[in-house]
């Protein structure tokens, strides 16, 4: 990279008990702070092209992989890393510890799909040390959501649903298709000894998360990344783990909206999402007074009228909280 897609200051942060999380920031000291939570479980602050939706001219920009991925150690593709301490409450005290080693007192908090949880739950822990709350592709994880995503959209998506649950069917682990959570059973599956057993499992999964995500991105097209064998194991062992558990949230976050009251939001949501279906962001919206619901008629699970909707949504609150000159 040239000096110019170098971050201002990156590191390895020590958040306790032998687990390392890469940081990085972008911008100006003097700007607004604002950190942005990557999606997953699992997934990685990747190119950092987060970091062009925001002004850096007047946002000091923080970016950090969540605990088992990307650069942060241990990694979760090594079967003996233990995911004991990986859930969501270390994962919000893990973002106090950086916000408290960076020396910032509040910062504007956004969110892109299953980040977009990790921001709430840290907003309903955290509440005085939020600016304001940006989610892109709103998520809340709740078990209703983790069922449609793996098994509901299979009404949608019936042919590669049923290779889907015939590979957790033939595993030889009890499953059977209306008997149980498929999440439990791909939870066993990326927690086996055999790596054979993971990598096939993990294989599967890529090609049905690439299929439910299809509308509203262009069609189905494969995604680079899953070539990468230790990232794909990292995400779908994360994903299990905290699917299976319905994100590590209690109560529900639609249950603590109060919570959230007084706290600027704004959510940005694909009308064609239809692996999270816009009725989460819907009743988000409803149970947090004060917060603007946008719904692109146009995009699904991400797109580029939604990133101009984020970048806006940033530059508001960056105003409203820039020190004047």
Not at 3 to 31: F, K, N
Not at 126 to 132: E, I, K, M, N
Request: with cysteine; net charge negative.
């Amino acid at each position: 990279m040239t000096a110019s897609e170098e971050p201002v200051h990156a590191g390895m942060l020590d958040v306790g008990r032998g687990q390392l999380i890469y940081w990085e920031e972008w911008g100006t000291a003097q700007g607004v702070p604002a950190v942005y939570v990557h999606g997953g479980p699992g997934g990685t602050l990747g190119t950092s092209a987060y970091r062009r939706r925001f002004d850096l001219s007047r946002t000091r920009v923080i970016g950090f992989e969540q605990r088992g991925c990307g650069r942060s150690t241990p990694h979760a593709s090594d079967p003996s890393t233990s995911l004991q301490d990986n859930d969501t409450a270390h994962l919000v005290a893990d973002m106090e510890v950086l916000r408290e080693h960076l020396g910032i007192e509040r910062w504007i908090v956004n969110g892109v799909s299953w980040g977009s949880t990790l921001a709430l739950a840290y907003a309903v822990t955290h509440p005085d040390r939020v600016l304001g709350v940006v989610l892109f592709a709103v998520t809340t994880t709740s078990r209703s959501e983790v069922d449609w995503i793996t098994e509901g959209v299979g009404t949608v998506f019936p042919a590669a649903w049923d290779r889907f649950a015939a590979h957790a069917e033939q595993a030889g682990i009890g499953y059977q298709r209306g008997q149980g959570r498929i999440i439990d059973a791909y939870a066993h599956l990326m927690e086996s000894d055999d790596p054979r057993v993971r990598n096939a499992a993990s294989r599967e999964w890529a090609l049905w998360e690439d299929t439910h995500i299809s509308i509203g991105a262009g069609g189905f097209r494969r995604d680079p990344r899953w070539d990468d064998e230790a990232f794909r194991i990292a995400f779908f062992r994360l994903t299990a783990h905290y699917w299976s558990h319905d994100g590590f949230v209690q109560p529900p976050i639609l249950d603590q909206g109060e919570r959230l009251a007084g706290i600027p939001a704004t959510l940005i949501h694909g009308r064609r999402d239809i692996s999270s279906p816009a009725i989460t962001p819907w009743r988000l919206h409803r149970a947090w007074p004060g917060s603007q619901l946008i719904l692109d008629e146009g995009d699904g699970h991400g797109g580029a009228t939604m990133v101009e909707h984020w970048r806006a949504a940033n530059e508001a609150l960056v105003a409203q909280h820039s020190r004047p000159l």
